[in-house]
């Protein structure tokens, strides 16, 4: 091995390691596959995928492959909001009672895990910046224990597939008490949900048509919605359960035959490698890419910059102290301590971004010019207090992504 440089600055042995080390993964049946990315400084430096898309018809992950990227919808949501920030239709402070009265006169929970019936009255309105930080004092029902969990299941129904119009669903949610008082911490929910379907109200259009008029267009993602044409769903990864002995078990389900009503902004959206990194270069290029510039640099600037308090990051995030070294702004988090970020992957401090549930990660790095984008199908408790089966666990499969994260940044030496 002479370490012989690779593009970018990456040592080339170093680099052509990555791509055997999660292949392992698949090969242990921990993973149906992976499309992995690598861009720095102008180019993309190396891209594998590995395994399944569909391992039943034995169709294999390709570059152009298609994921349901989860809560790696939230940024993107969160962007379109601000660029209306940006043009004066709203503002951070702004009560959402304004646009959702659907939200007004809440009652917030006495315990967080207590009688739904035991409550007080809140102490202010929801604003926009409490649903961009998850400071609203909504809930998921994931992220929740006692009867609150359940009940955002049987009022709210699925966060994955959802029944209800964006009316339907507001009403519903301002029937539910508050865990928190609005502003008081970070409690992980239905907010940017909640943001997009303001978004919607405010454009008087759906959400889905704004983000593709305001950020899917421009930046030319054309593979990237929250419905997949018929003539693209042979390219949509399957989603896999890893149970604890045996083979992984295809738990996907499918998009309707014709676009819903209920278009998740915390959520909802499909993308592939390629689509994902022309927004991520957007967000490392201070709102521009290639000319086009979505929104001020200072935008992205909020964006990235934490806002919680030293109090509020000293609770646990889904059982994990995932504070220790991360802060959070607007749709993203953030590393704030890129030593203390080793327990968790690897990055330069000031990186940014925010995962999927289904897996998928994303992360912008401005000190080292680089993108790294990580997608897996594999699927994870959702339902009722499911964070009670996170805490202390990790997925074996999981263990990929910040593998992925320590090897490409040791590359770099």
Not at 342 to 359: I, K, L, R, T
Request: hydrophobic share 40%; charged share 20%; glycine share 12%.
């Amino acid at each position: 091995m002479d370490g012989a440089q690779a593009p970018a600055g990456f040592n080339r042995d170093a680099l052509a390691g990555v791509g055997p080390a999660l292949k392992g993964l698949v090969d242990q049946g921990a993973l149906a596959g992976i499309v992995s990315l690598i861009w720095r400084r102008g180019e993309v430096v190396q891209v594998d995928a590995i395994g399944h898309r569909d391992i039943e018809a034995g169709l294999p992950m390709e570059r152009d492959t298609l994921f349901r990227i989860a809560s790696m919808t939230k940024p993107v949501t969160t962007l379109a909001a601000l660029m209306l920030v940006e043009e004066g239709k709203l503002k951070l402070d702004d009560r959402v009672t304004r646009w959702l009265p659907e939200l007004a006169d809440m009652q917030v929970l006495r315990a967080a895990d207590g009688p739904l019936d035991v409550t007080v009255p809140a102490a202010r309105d929801i604003t926009v910046e409490d649903l961009m930080t998850h400071r609203a004092g909504l809930a998921y029902g994931f992220t929740s224990l006692g009867p609150i969990a359940h009940a955002h299941e049987d009022k709210l129904g699925s966060p994955l597939a959802n029944p209800y119009t964006p009316d339907e669903w507001l009403k519903r949610l301002g029937e539910l008490p508050l865990s928190y008082q609005p502003g008081e911490r970070f409690h992980y929910s239905h907010a940017t949900d909640v943001l997009g379907f303001l978004v919607a109200r405010i454009e008087g259009k759906p959400l889905g048509q704004v983000l593709k008029e305001r950020i899917f267009d421009p930046l030319g993602m054309h593979e990237t919605g929250f419905w997949t044409p018929h003539e693209k769903r042979g390219r949509l990864a399957r989603l896999y359960k890893a149970p604890p002995e045996g083979a992984l078990q295809d738990v996907s389900w499918d998009d309707p035959e014709a676009p819903g009503p209920f278009e998740g902004g915390g959520g909802g959206l499909i993308s592939t490698a390629d689509d994902y990194l022309k927004f991520a270069r957007t967000m490392l290029g201070r709102g521009e890419l290639d000319g086009v510039r979505l929104a001020r640099p200072e935008t992205i600037d909020q964006m990235t910059s934490n806002r919680l308090t030293d109090e509020q990051r000293g609770h646990a995030f889904l059982g994990m102290p995932f504070w220790l070294s991360q802060g959070f702004g607007l749709g993203t988090s953030m590393v704030l301590d890129a030593e203390k970020h080793q327990w968790m992957g690897a990055g330069g401090e000031g990186s940014f971004g925010w995962p999927g549930a289904f897996g998928t990660w994303w992360q912008a790095d401005p000190v080292n010019d680089m993108i790294l984008i990580y997608l897996i199908q594999d699927s994870m408790p959702l339902g009722p207090e499911a964070v009670t089966a996170m805490q202390g666990q990790r997925p074996t499969g999981r263990v990929g992504c910040p593998m992925f994260q320590k090897m490409v940044y040791a590359a770099l030496g």
